[in-house]
């Protein structure tokens, strides 16, 4: 990706050139050293005053076997500064096969733009092109996935150091590096880049707009072609365009009525040192001119930025690469906007939150783990990787941290709130700790093809019909919205949808491989998984049983010994003292709960006969398995009459017990989650650490 100012070659200071302004190269440069040496101190603490996320565009089809979710829904990610210093947000729109992850976090850790933007006071807003990232892809909507997955080897001829003076990655830009891993595990499927798709773009994109009010928009690659679109329809509220990385084709699609239908947005484009778009960003910016354009190309080797490559935003340098950036867009875009504080975005005040959804962050970023590797015949694909998004509280309070795992079908975003609501990973960190969350493999940001993960591991989206009657899901009394077909708190909870993985062995092989990678990284922690999810800690407590502190379970489904649960309470070996190396050794019979046991009553469940054989590495480690009125799941009787007998300390949790009633499955996300999560964090404050 590669942003580009203007063509400084033949520049003499304030020379006009196509009717464009040109700020003088000396001038600018000398700008660019003040910002550099001002900013070469520790980065500084994020202070958000609104951090969550919303679905665009969630529609709804109707087909043979039920209503579904479209796929055709936009993921928009947002930081709100609680001091905003620039009158327009910043909207940070990925292309290729990326996602929005290109703008978190760099391969090797460090802060990406959307952190150092929120940190000069912008309002950022970071999107997944529909049918990418957090978007789920049904190929029955979406398209067919390529023939091929990305390679590490195509990878790494890309984006890699490869190419002369590229010195920026932050690796050796290999097939083996670790860097580049980084950027295969990102990699999906796009939709392809015809009228339709760019409709769909141009609709979502003019939908955010209209939520935000003004922005300036900053993309890479052919993630042009949705600012380029969006700014047709929505001129008054794009601010300015700034082009990074441009794809030659990116203008093809637009006709030249179109083209000067631009003139009124100022356009940069961004162009790296060591990159290919050094032959084509001059051919655009010239065509654009044409057009009647007011293009800034902005080369930053004439900056003395050298050594990037097309991921300029990943590289070492990133700092560096922005502060052009920044000084254009105050200049060109923000340039006579009143004043510098801006007005409260419109729509400010829809599902306005009852609790605060204010973070201070020391820190926060995003990685993937688990990136196996799997040879075929046209190269080396990526396999199992799980995304971790973590956030770091500016005053941390607790020892340990907090790893969160989505249930069913969903990802992430299920810990992080509903509807613009708070969810488990404010709370947690408003509280003092440390928070990991993940996208397990072929979820959310683990991105899914069949070649790494077989042609039946994504089932097609859940149709809504058996959902919306459910008591223990959306029919609950403490569900946010009104019930029903076209309740959109059902809608944003359908958005992330993606149905269950078929093979939950294979699934929990890789899960587990990335969990142990996690925690090896992290240290000593917490796991706290949620219904599908609940696999998670058993088999990485039981790899890495000294890191692993306490053990949350919320409605973990299955019961012992059911359907692919042949191993007690998971898919995959566990374990046991006497040793079990085949499921048929295991002896088991039938009990029957008390009738007053809480919801679900499985009657009867397997256990083990006595003697039973235990779990040899989880015994220390502290259990709660929380459970509401109307839950889903396994039956919290069976799972802890199975935990007791395999020999774990367990605690059960009824929300009836703490005067809570009307929840369902889904109780990290309804009215009263705070309240829930009061039950959840008392308990870790008795039984796992108390707060420094």
């Given at each position: 990706?590669?942003?580009?100012?203007?063509e400084f070659?033949?520049?003499?200071?304030?020379?006009?050139?196509?009717?464009t302004?040109?700020?003088?190269?000396?001038v600018l440069?000398?700008?660019?050293?003040?910002?550099?040496?001002?900013?070469?101190?520790?980065?500084?603490?994020?202070?958000?005053?609104?951090?969550?996320?919303?679905?665009?565009?969630?529609?709804?089809?109707?087909l043979?076997?039920?209503?579904?979710?479209?796929?055709?829904?936009?993921?928009?990610?947002h930081?709100?500064?609680?001091?905003?210093?620039?009158?327009?947000?910043?909207?940070?729109?990925?292309?290729?096969y990326?996602?929005?992850?290109?703008?978190?976090?760099?391969?090797?850790g460090?802060?990406?733009?959307?952190?150092?933007?929120?940190?000069?006071?912008?309002?950022?807003y970071?999107?997944?092109?529909p049918?990418?990232g957090?978007?789920?892809?049904?190929?029955?909507v979406?398209?067919?996935?390529?023939?091929?997955?990305?390679?590490?080897?195509?990878?790494?001829?890309?984006?890699?150091?490869?190419?002369?003076?590229?010195?920026?990655?932050?690796?050796?830009?290999?097939?083996?590096?670790?860097?580049?891993?980084q950027?295969?595990?990102?990699?999906?499927?796009?939709?392809?880049?015809?009228?339709?798709?760019?409709?769909v773009?141009?609709?979502?994109?003019?939908?955010?707009?209209?939520?935000?009010?003004?922005?300036?928009?900053?993309t890479?690659?052919?993630?042009?072609?949705?600012?380029?679109?969006?700014?047709?329809?929505?001129?008054?509220?794009?601010?300015?365009?700034?082009?990074?990385?441009?794809?030659?084709?990116?203008?093809?699609?637009?006709?030249?009525?179109?083209?000067?239908a631009?003139?009124?947005?100022?356009?940069?484009?961004?162009?790296?040192?060591?990159?290919?778009?050094?032959?084509?960003?001059?051919?655009?910016?010239?065509?654009?001119?044409?057009?009647?354009?007011?293009?800034?190309?902005?080369?930053?080797?004439?900056?003395?930025?050298?050594?990037?490559g097309?991921?300029?935003?990943?590289?070492?340098?990133?700092?560096?690469?922005?502060?052009?950036?920044?000084?254009?867009?105050?200049?060109?875009?923000?340039?006579?906007?009143?004043?510098?504080q801006?007005?409260?975005?419109?729509?400010?005040?829809?599902?306005?939150?009852?609790?605060?959804?204010?973070?201070?962050?020391a820190?926060?970023?995003g990685f993937?783990?688990?990136?196996?590797?799997?040879?075929?015949?046209?190269?080396t694909?990526?396999?199992?990787?799980?995304?971790?998004?973590?956030?770091?509280p500016?005053e941390?309070?607790?020892?340990?941290?907090?790893?969160?795992?989505?249930?069913?079908g969903?990802?992430?975003?299920?810990?992080?709130?509903?509807?613009?609501?708070p969810?488990?990973?404010?709370?947690?960190?408003?509280?003092?700790?440390?928070?990991?969350?993940?996208d397990?493999?072929?979820?959310?940001?683990?991105p899914?093809?069949?070649?790494a993960?077989?042609?039946s591991h994504?089932?097609?989206?859940?149709?809504?019909?058996?959902l919306?009657?459910?008591?223990?899901?959306?029919?609950?009394?403490?569900?946010?919205?009104p019930?029903?077909?076209?309740?959109?708190?059902?809608?944003?909870?359908?958005a992330?949808?993606?149905?269950?993985?078929?093979?939950?062995?294979?699934?929990s092989?890789?899960?587990?491989a990335?969990?142990?990678?996690?925690?090896?990284?992290?240290?000593?922690?917490i796991?706290?998984?949620?219904?599908?999810?609940?696999?998670?800690?058993?088999?990485?407590?039981?790899?890495?049983?000294?890191l692993?502190?306490?053990?949350?379970?919320?409605?973990?489904?299955?019961?012992?010994?059911?359907?692919q649960?042949?191993?007690?309470?998971?898919?995959?070996p566990?374990?046991?003292?006497?040793?079990v190396?085949?499921?048929?050794?295991?002896?088991?019979?039938?009990?029957?709960p008390?009738p007053?046991?809480?919801?679900?009553?499985?009657?009867?469940?397997k256990?083990?006969?006595?003697?039973?054989?235990?779990?040899?590495?989880?015994?220390?480690?502290?259990?709660?398995w929380i459970?509401?009125?109307?839950?889903?799941?396994?039956?919290?009787?069976?799972?802890?009459?199975?935990?007791?007998?395999?020999?774990?300390?367990?605690?059960?949790?009824r929300?009836?017990?703490?005067?809570m009633?009307?929840?369902?499955?889904?109780?990290?996300?309804?009215?009263?989650?705070?309240?829930?999560?009061?039950?959840?964090?008392?308990?870790?404050?008795?039984?796992?650490?108390?707060?420094?």
């Open positions: 990706m590669s942003y580009t100012r203007r070659g033949s520049l003499v200071g304030g020379t006009v050139a196509a009717g302004f040109l700020m003088s190269a000396p440069a000398a700008r660019e050293a003040q910002a550099r040496a001002a900013s070469e101190a520790a980065a500084p603490i994020l202070d958000i005053a609104d951090w969550s996320y919303f679905w665009f565009g969630v529609e709804r089809a109707t043979a076997r039920g209503t579904v979710i479209n796929g055709m829904q936009m993921y928009v990610e930081w709100i500064p609680t001091s905003v210093r620039h009158p327009y947000a910043v909207v940070l729109i990925h292309g290729g990326g996602q929005g992850t290109d703008w978190i976090s760099t391969p090797d460090r802060r990406g733009w959307a952190s150092q933007f929120l940190e000069q006071g912008y309002r950022v970071v999107l997944d092109r049918g990418q957090r978007n789920p892809n049904h190929p029955f979406n398209g067919l996935f390529d023939a091929q997955a990305p390679t590490f080897e195509s990878v790494a001829r890309r984006v890699g150091a490869a190419v002369q003076g590229h010195t920026q990655w932050p690796g050796a830009g290999d097939a083996a590096d670790p860097a580049i891993a950027v295969v595990a990102s990699l999906g499927q796009p939709m392809g880049n015809n009228a339709i798709t760019q409709n773009w141009r609709t979502r994109g003019a939908m955010l707009l209209d939520e935000i009010g003004p922005a300036v928009l900053v890479h690659g052919d993630g042009s072609v949705f600012a380029w679109v969006t700014a047709l329809v929505r001129p008054a509220l794009v601010k300015g365009i700034v082009a990074v990385e441009q794809e030659p084709q990116s203008l093809q699609s637009l006709t030249p009525p179109q083209l000067a631009l003139a009124s947005v100022p356009i940069a484009i961004v162009t790296a040192e060591a990159s290919p778009a050094t032959a084509t960003d001059p051919g655009i910016a010239a065509a654009l001119r044409g057009a009647g354009c007011t293009v800034e190309h902005i080369r930053l080797a004439d900056l003395g930025i050298h050594g990037n097309p991921m300029v935003m990943m590289e070492k340098n990133n700092r560096d690469a922005l502060r052009p950036i920044l000084t254009w867009m105050q200049a060109s875009a923000e340039g006579s906007a009143p004043g510098t801006a007005a409260a975005p419109r729509g400010a005040d829809r599902n306005r939150n009852a609790e605060s959804t204010a973070l201070r962050l820190d926060q970023g993937w783990v688990g990136v196996g590797r799997k040879r075929m015949p046209y190269g694909i990526a396999q199992g990787q799980m995304f971790v998004q973590y956030m770091i500016a941390k309070r607790y020892p340990y941290p907090v790893i969160l795992v989505h249930g069913g969903g990802q992430g975003t299920h810990m992080m709130g509903l509807g613009r609501r969810g488990w990973v404010h709370y947690f960190v408003q509280a003092g700790y440390s928070v990991y969350w993940l397990r493999p072929s979820y959310g940001r683990s899914y093809h069949p070649d993960l077989g042609p994504l089932p097609n989206v859940p149709p809504l019909e058996g919306i009657e459910a008591t223990n899901v959306f029919k609950t009394g403490q569900w946010p919205g019930g029903g077909i076209s309740d959109p708190f059902i809608g944003q909870f359908m992330c949808e993606s149905g269950n993985t078929a093979d939950e062995a294979f699934h092989d890789l899960a587990w990335g969990g142990v990678e996690l925690v090896d990284r992290i240290g000593p922690c796991i706290h998984g949620h219904a599908f999810g609940g696999f998670f800690g058993w088999g990485v407590a039981d790899r890495r049983p000294q692993v502190k306490g053990i949350l379970c919320m409605e973990i489904n299955g019961n012992p010994f059911e359907r649960l042949r191993w007690g309470l998971t898919a995959s566990m374990t046991y003292d006497p040793p190396s085949d499921v048929a050794q295991f002896s088991l019979v039938d009990r029957t008390p007053d046991s809480p919801r679900p009553i499985a009657s009867p469940f256990l083990q006969a006595e003697p039973a054989r235990r779990w040899k590495n989880l015994p220390q480690i502290p259990i709660a459970t509401s009125e109307f839950g889903a799941g396994g039956s919290p009787v069976a799972n802890v009459e199975f935990l007791k007998q395999v020999g774990c300390s367990v605690d059960l949790l929300l009836r017990d703490y005067g009633a009307g929840n369902g499955n889904l109780m990290l996300m309804e009215k009263n989650n705070h309240e829930v999560f009061g039950v959840l964090r008392d308990w870790l404050d008795r039984k796992v650490a108390k707060p420094a």
